[in-house]
């Protein structure tokens, strides 16, 4: 075995927590906004994200911004989008300077199903988080993530 492939194996049991955390929470968060808002967590993630933009100076993401901000490859955003959009959640518009630029804004539906379904992602959210703080491997992430919540909020 070389070193490398040695130094991969240690990180690995960190990676693989890492990857359990996730998964668990995404699939805690998944359960419950379909169940209470007929939305996807990466619905939910688009939305989250495309309702922070302003008409400001850059304050529209471009879709490869978008696709970015979700952890998404840009095709799989466009169908993400285009799902909202014929839902009635999102409206693509062009790029006042830019003819060749798209933009995607919330809509008011949008908006009114995000803020009926915060409540219940931050609960969902919080349920997860504390349900994998009392599994070892898992402990130190959660510990992470709420030590950055924290510093975000003050």
């Not at 978008?66 to 840009?74: I, K, N, R």
């Not at 959640?89 to 060749?100: N, Q, V």
């Amino acid at each position: 075995m070389t070193v490398g492939t040695t130094d991969a194996l240690r990180a690995a049991p960190g990676w693989y927590a890492l990857s359990l955390l996730h998964g668990r929470i995404d699939s805690h968060l998944e359960r419950a906004l379909q169940g209470g808002h007929d939305l996807s967590s990466r619905e939910y993630s688009l939305l989250e994200v495309l309702s922070h933009q302003h008409d400001g100076e850059g304050g529209h993401l471009r879709m490869n911004q978008v696709a970015d901000a979700v952890v998404l490859s840009q095709s799989a955003t466009t169908r993400l989008v285009t799902r909202l959009e014929d839902r009635g959640l999102l409206a693509r518009y062009l790029c006042p300077t830019d003819r060749r630029g798209i933009y995607t804004n919330v809509t008011p539906a949008g908006l009114e199903l995000l803020e009926q379904a915060r409540p219940t992602h931050d609960a969902a959210l919080r349920e997860a988080l504390a349900a994998a703080a009392a599994d070892p491997r898992l402990e130190p992430f959660v510990a992470a993530v709420e030590h950055l919540n924290r510093a975000a909020v003050g």
